[in-house]
């Protein structure tokens, strides 16, 4: 996964701690209202006009007095994120730390408990691609299930959902505006959960951020959060959670901080990337200066072969000859011993050693029987074809030793 990628994400994680949802159409209704609204908090009466996940009443806190500010403070840069206004009664727990070096978060712990067993929990922003081995799937709802342990039992998770509400809040269209400026695309999306605790039934959602980029197929970061709640306080915890999330105060000098680090860890990878380039690039061209030192010795070598092999052709053409004029003169010789002459049957293919000799033409069948004559008269023409001395075969240059 591309770095750069990763801390755009991290520049605006807090946000994953916004998101709205219910199967009542009433508090969808309401859910718009509150997520476009200009006040961080509702009021009395928009809540009291909101029925509950089951048509109870809920109320609310109440913005005079009923909210504290809470800075999340980013231990390993030493500045601060941004702040949170939280509804009195309520704690947020944070241990949040970015690599000051790679701009990555080397601890990441972001919860907001309510009194009554609520919780919203951001989680650590995770890659995904073939580096990491899983999908956006696996990786989201690993996350989500990551997110849930220790807490509830018996998690249920449903199908990923992409949600209009969540990309209309103020903090995602702030987010995707800057994403689009650096080249990436953010998409929301959120699926409903269920689980079990020692108090009773847990409702809640998970919410995702979806980060990717055109240059990169197949690979992404997700930025996301788990919302539990007692099932009778679900959609007020949801309803807040929003809320929450619309109220955020970016700190300008964080994400100016950040960006300066994406910029140094850009550059430093950049400079990474033209020395392992030079580095393979030298690598290669001494490879290839051992393959042409190799071909050329290889060359040498051939050459060397094929001057002995040629050297050995021209002595075992000699040995041939020799061997050949040898046999030719013992054949002879044999032949003036016995009065016999060697005979080759062009037309049968068939060779004849030892005829009768004091004839001026033979002939011979397919049996190998011959019949000298002293004329050239075929004796039968069916039967008989016309065969060859081989001395006279041999002083042409048509003999080459082997067996006619």
Known sequence: MSRPLLVAALLLAPLALAACGSSSDSYDDYADEAMTSDDSFASDDAYAEAPGAF????SAPTPDGGTQPVVIVDRGLQIAQGTY?????????????????????ARYRLDIRGPNGELIRGLRPANYGPMTGAGFEQTWRGLAMQGAQGEVGNVSIGSLQRSERLERLRPFQRAAAKAQQMGFRIEGFEAPLRAQSDRGPVEGAVHVL?????QMAGMGVVVASVILSPADRAAATLRLNA???????????????????NQAAMQRQATQHQQRM????????AHQQRMASNQAAFDASQQVYRSNSQVADMQMQSWQNTQRSSDEMHRRTINEINGTVDLYDAQAGQSIYGAESGYNTYWTDPSGNVVGSQGYDNPDA????????????YDQGGYDGGDW
């Open 278 to 285: 030079a580095s393979n690039q030298a690598a290669f061209n």
């Open 210 to 214: 979806h980060w990717t980029s055109p």
């Open 55 to 58: 048509g109870q009443e809920i």
């Open 382 to 393: 069916l039967q008989y074809n016309q065969a060859t001395d081989l001395d006279d075969v």
């Open 85 to 105: 206004m939280i509804p009195a009664g309520w704690q947020l727990q944070q241990d949040v730390a970015t690599d000051p070096n790679t701009g990555q978060p």
């Open 243 to 261: 809320q929450i999330a619309n109220g955020f105060q970016h700190n300008p000098a964080f994400e100016q901080r950040m960006e300066q680090i």
